[in-house]
């Protein structure tokens, strides 16, 4: 029997990535496409290969409770999270930042959480920019060789979302690179969490490109160490994970964009003993609602690869 | 009488700029256009408004010389520069890599050696990574409040030359960002030295913008300071500079772009006792040719401003 | 005594472009800079050298006249400039759409009116892609070689202004080109009557980039013509115009952006009796923010080029 | 048993888009990938997930021969086609100019030549521009509404392939748009041949964007026509088709990226008697390597749009 997925608000950009991860994969079936702004227009409106007879729904929780589903996203603002996840009966998995910290909830980042995500009934998905700085410093922190990273990310502008704001301006974000933010993200307690290291400093920046993320880590290292060694360190850390590339050159967006994959590479190391770690990600994929995806598979005992590649 | 001048490599993006600055400045006359690949080519053909009769040249250095120029531009590739100085009669501006720490030659950074620039016959044109990087970083280091600097830089593509290469391939830049040279670049040294600090790492980043450059200065203090008194100390450090703003928000491209500015802004600091300073400039501007026209209004006795307002 | 000078509707692209050509410009002085979302705030948020006392402002159109301005431009969306129009006492350029057709109001193309332009006391300046069909056009249509034209145009997203759209979304725009309004725009009838011909077909795209507008001319001639012919007639045509260009190459934005011109070429012909004559302007400048100061310099007896090159 | 497929010019873009359709396609096997240029380099320097035994070649076409391939794609400049074709044993698509219009070669648009390209042992692709104009335009033509037209096209820069010219360099399409081959460009003719209508003119435009085709075709018709009943004849002729889509919006490029499909509308007409229908395709799928493989799926009896969607 097919699986029954609501989303709800589901016409931000994470929303329309989850549909189209989802509308034509055999055995899904989405019962519920919550958008206020959008409520009874045509998903084809979108994706001109959707069923012209799927569309944007207004419904309330009781309403989304009583068709069943296997399983909701949440992909509101902020805010919203804890109110609706207790509401809904069925399993759920919230985009937004609300959740990350709570208790009960598992952190769905599938290289650190794996086994507690294919058992919990809500898990809270990871930031774009901590998926990338966890990803990219997990192994070399793990090994004790770090004394301090600096994360200097840069971002498309879908991250910043579809409502306008200075950091989505198209005037502002053409020809330019905006920093902001420079040392108070959100996102910087999320990575020192993920990575169990407080020396982490952070700073986003968004391009002008529309999808992708690129975290340079700049890791101070206790002592001199070998590069070489520590991509193989990388290399054995990552080994068995189905998204994750350890590559001899240096990633870069066009490596990941419109996949679930997170590319590291890099590799150098400096005579002031900074090793310098590159990590790429598709901000809407592994960074929001591909690794959604990554995660329901794990729920609902998929293949975690199914529909992602 | 007009004052002569001559470019040597007057076909790159640096020359195009020297002649832009140059070709309808009052006083100014273009003896030498120096471009084998473009010699007998109208200078109109890149700018409409220029005089129909000036013309891309080929002359040898002993034709140069004849000519008696006030000053001549080098703007070649990295290699070319030792040889042709020591046979030019006149002054010279060079604007390659090769004698930025040569013996005798001032490095031509106004903030730093105003006085020297003047006086000298050779003045090294800095590089524009380096340019960037040392006005970000030395009021801090001066002031001595600095343990250890990670640069993080973000170019546009003219950075890379118009010669085609991976780095202003137009498939490779377009909806990317591309690191590179991420422990080795040779500005790194140049950083150094005018910043006068070893612990410094410099790691750069290729846009898909065409001109620009941000300096993301993440400086590891000595103690916890507070973030205002670092402003304050940067804008009495600038006070007097024509060039240099010290805002109070965050500059970006936008704010350099077209200009000989460096905007300086940011001025946070987290709780890893991390500052983070953001520098901009234009790379072809402040980073290149207007800075080559500030140090050329230095030597010839002229306003160090004129022309570039 | 300095000429005063007050903008309504000065936080719009066009009220920004108007500002950067008059803050610096000597002999002026900005008495008012009307913006109900801006009033206050500084105009150096915007140029880093205005000076920081010049603000935004929100006066009535009373206290405007109080203020005894020498002209006014307005700037604001269209339906409000013959209301304001009325009211005010000084010489005005309205840069909106509402006074094109109007009884008793000078259309401020130079080109075709520029003595009228000089007496008037209410010029309504041109829409941005009449400005680029109506000088691409004027001289073969006026030679009488003309049966019909397309005017296939593409315009910088700037064109579609600063309040988020269909058509200034930076999702939809980035890597695309949207064909809008294929039949119907306003400015279709406004290039009929600058033309003078009615068999005059446009269709507008927005391209993803800020500024400039290519306008690509297919003309069906009656009968078959020289193409070399047809150059030197538009050669002589607009021999006298300070900022017209008639070129031997294809203009580009690139020749454009930033300046006042209007830069043609193209002039060839297929064996299907089309002529082709491309035109390029900068929608900000020529197409509104430039032309408007040529017309503010004509009716203030300036010199028509000052302040603009 | 596995198609076995190779591929003479591997490495230009047209190339590169083959080997990403069909390196990880079941029951194929890329057993020859030729380019002088990058013979022995892994795919999976641009394809990650490629097989890292899959490597580049520069097999002689009698080692091609002798590899018995099903089908040979030939992807090289304009000029070699015909003495490849000739030695080449098994059937064979060309993607260049050469062949179009030569004897006993079949012109590989399967919305006009299905049977026959089914039973065809050389086809010749048809160009980008071509395929947009002819399927925006057939359905009139074909009708007898049409009197001329006038293509009016706007192409990525992949259209102007990898070697660096004036077309793709990222200086010159940076936030700008240029038109060339006003008048003569040896795609006009394709256009004509496949519409059967003589009076068609063709001017193309590039875009700052990678890859993407807009065709505006401005249609004059011999007499006044309801547009809604032009589209109806649209949706009727392509019913059958299964990458053309007949919209009720204007198509833009996003609506084709990446994709095989052909999205036409638009169908409006204005009082000077044009009918406009706006064609987008992906120049390097539909445009290139997809109709590429959708005519291999005719030749080898495979269901035509299998890897396709």
């Not at 809270?124 to 994360?151: D, H, K, W």
């Not at 990575?191 to 490109?209: C, D, E, K, M, N």
């Not at 809407?284 to 199914?306: C, D, I, Y």
């Amino acid at each position: 029997m097919d699986k029954k997925i609501a989303i709800i608000g589901a016409s931000g950009y994470t929303g329309w990535e989850l549909i189209k991860l989802l509308f034509s994969r055999p055995g899904f079936d989405l019962v519920g496409l919550n958008s206020e702004s959008n409520s009874g227009r045509p998903v084809s409106d979108l994706y001109p290969d959707a069923d012209p007879k799927l569309k944007f729904t207004n419904y309330t929780i009781d309403e989304i409770n009583r068709l069943e589903p296997n399983l909701v996203f949440l992909c509101q603002a902020d805010g919203y999270a804890a109110a609706n996840a207790s509401k809904i009966n069925s399993r759920v998995i919230d985009l937004s930042r609300d959740l990350r910290f709570a208790e009960g909830v598992v952190y769905g980042l599938p290289e650190l959480n794996r086994k507690s995500i294919a058992a919990s009934r809500l898990v809270a998905n990871p930031g774009c920019y901590a998926t990338a700085c966890i990803l990219a410093g997990l192994p070399a922190v793990q090994s004790g060789l770090v004394e301090r990273i600096v994360f200097d990310c840069k971002s498309g502008y879908s991250g910043a979302g579809r409502t306008p704001s200075d950091r989505n301006d198209p005037k502002r974000i053409a020809d330019n690179i905006l920093a902001y933010k420079l040392s108070s993200h959100p996102h910087q307690n999320e990575i020192r969490q993920g990575l169990g290291l407080a020396a982490v400093s952070f700073t986003p920046h968004v391009l002008p490109v529309f999808r992708g993320i690129m975290a340079t880590g700049h890791m101070i290292l206790k002592k001199r160490t070998d590069a070489a060694m520590i991509r193989d360190k990388y290399r054995k850390f990552y080994a068995a994970e189905p998204f994750v590339r350890v590559m001899d050159r240096i990633p870069d967006l066009h490596d990941v964009q419109n996949t679930n994959l997170c590319c590291l590479g890099g590799f150098e190391t400096d005579d002031a003993d900074r090793l310098v770690v590159v990590a790429t990600i598709d901000n809407l994929l592994k960074g929001a609602s591909g690794q959604a995806v990554q995660n329901m598979n794990l729920m609902l005992g998929l293949p975690e690869t199914e529909g992602l590649t």
